[in-house]
């Protein structure tokens, strides 16, 4: 009687079989081959020389190149590749890498470069002026804009630049505390304030996101206060207002800062003289403040454009709080140069 294989049901022989023979096992695709110890070392070593090779081709010092890790390394390539990706070869960047070290220690700032979903795309070298980090030890933070920004101000940073992608052309601003080395914030006390200035720019035609860039100036401004704390008093001014932010009293000072009597003020909504761009972020912190219990309770700080009585416009931090047995909130209001 002919005997026929369960598996591929052709004719078996008495000695023969096509199972594999037991402590054989053919391998499978959920359980390749294992490799050697010594397969795994070339491998290794394969790549390390790969990530050597590529760190010597990068475009900064000897120095530099020493410290730099292989995820380090890794970072940096992809920052050259976003940037050969909207820059390419025979197109330069407007304001980018081609500047002299000469012209960028003009700016009072520094230049970046992002791309459409927030990569860092270009990092000008004299951001270590401003932030004592250079932009390789910048990039050790994270490869987006959201990495080097104090967590605090992220979510307004990506609403801004949100609304700079839904409008190429339009020009946001908005001001954050950005990581500084650590001797940096021991000789000032901690991250540099810095105001970012920029608009979505298409690069090539047709425009797409892919080829769009956020183009920035970022401004040191002078140092945001703690919380609640009062810092230079040359700089603060205080209002008190009824809880639909209408002004009730405000400092004299106010004259000196924004240019109001403080007659011309009260009655007045706070509202009217916040710019446009902020009107959000002011009435999220007015929510909170406003559904914080009890006297004293405060509802953080913001960063806002109020406008002057010369009609330009001032850079204020402002921190609130519930005050007058809860009737009434208290605003003091730091100037930022």
């Known amino acids: 009687m002919t005997i026929f294989c369960s598996h591929c049901h052709r004719p078996l022989q008495a000695e023969t079989s096509c199972l594999p023979r037991r402590g054989k096992q053919a391998p499978s695709a959920s359980k390749p081959f294992r490799s050697t110890k010594s397969a795994s070392k070339a491998r290794r070593d394969q790549i390390n020389a790969e990530l050597q090779a590529l760190r010597s081709l990068l475009p900064i010092s000897a120095q530099e190149k020493e410290r730099l890790s292989y995820l380090h390394t890794m970072a940096l ?9 909207l820059f390419p070869p025979d197109s330069a960047p407007p304001a980018g890498p081609a500047l002299g070290s000469e012209l960028l220690s003009l700016l009072p700032g520094f230049l970046l470069v992002l791309s459409a979903n927030g990569k860092l795309v270009y990092i000008s070298e004299n951001v270590a002026q401003v932030l004592g980090l250079s932009m390789v030890e910048l990039l050790a ?33 908005f001001v954050s505390e950005m990581r500084t080395s650590k001797a940096f914030r021991l000789q000032h006390g901690g991250n540099r304030a810095v105001a970012v200035h920029g608009r979505f720019t298409a690069l090539r035609w047709p425009a797409s996101p892919s080829t769009a860039a ?40 106010v ?3 924004l240019g109001y009597r403080r007659e011309e ?18 009435a999220a912190q007015h929510r909170a403040v406003g559904e914080s219990l009890g006297a004293g309770a405060a509802a953080g700080t913001a960063v806002l454009r109020v406008l002057r009585r010369d009609r330009t416009w001032a850079w204020l931090r402002v921190w609130a709080r519930r005050d007058g047995g809860g009737r009434a909130i208290t605003c003091t209001s ?4």
């Open 77 to 85: 390539v992809c920052l050259r590749l976003r940037g050969a990706q």
């Open 141 to 173: 933070q994270g490869d987006t804009v959201f990495d080097i920004l104090d967590g605090r101000a992220c979510e307004d940073a990506r609403k801004k630049l949100l609304l700079a992608q839904e409008e190429p052309g339009r020009e946001v601003t």
């Open 214 to 253: 956020f183009l920035a100036l970022c401004t040191p401004v002078a140092r945001l206060t703690a919380d609640g704390d009062a810092g230079s008093q040359d700089n603060l001014f205080q209002s008190m207002h009824v809880l639909d932010m209408t002004f009730a009293d405000v400092t004299e000072s």
């Open 255 to 257: 004259t000196y800062h």
């Open 265 to 282: 003020l009260i009655g007045q909504s706070w509202y009217s003289l916040l710019h446009p761009e902020d009107a959000d972020l002011a």
């Open 334 to 337: 730091h100037c930022l140069r």
